[in-house]
Nanobody, 124 residues
Framework: QVQLVESGGGLVQPGGSASLSCVPSMSMFSFYSMGWYRQAPGKSRQLVAAITSAGSTKYADAVKGRFTISRDNAKNTVYLQMSSLEAEDTAVYYC??????????????????WGQGTQLTVSS
């Protein structure tokens, strides 16, 4: 069973910086598209940033210019560097891996693997 182990987060003051790391247990890590999602209280889980196996990235409008997603295939790790943090960034952040070779129960692809989530709180 694939596991995604996240680290980082915690309590950060507004305007500060933080970083998250995710280490998936799957082999052939470099072939997976990876991403970070977040879920704030009372809200649905939303995409924050994603990076393909080729290194192409995309970001939610709310974090463009403040967050940077990257990956180190040699270390099997994906990162999320966050700066100029705002209270609205407070959420549980989840690491995501997409497996295009595995189907969901309804037959759709890709299959999504999720980390357990890590809390980021931006508050003074």
């Amino acid at each position: 069973q694939v596991q995604l182990v996240e680290s980082g987060g915690g309590l950060v003051q507004p305007g500060g910086s933080a970083s998250l790391s995710c280490v998936p247990s799957m082999s052939m890590f470099s072939f997976y598209s990876m991403g970070w999602y977040r879920q704030a209280p009372g809200k649905s889980r939303q995409l924050v940033a994603a990076i393909t196996s080729a290194g192409s990235t995309k970001y939610a409008d709310a974090v463009k210019g403040r967050f940077t997603i990257s990956r180190d295939n040699a270390k099997n790790t994906v990162y999320l560097q966050m700066s100029s943090l705002e209270a609205e960034d407070t959420a549980v952040y989840y690491c995501n891996a997409k497996d295009v070779n595995r189907s969901n129960e309804d037959g759709t692809r890709p299959y999504n693997y999720w980390g357990q989530g890590t809390q980021l709180t931006v508050s003074s």
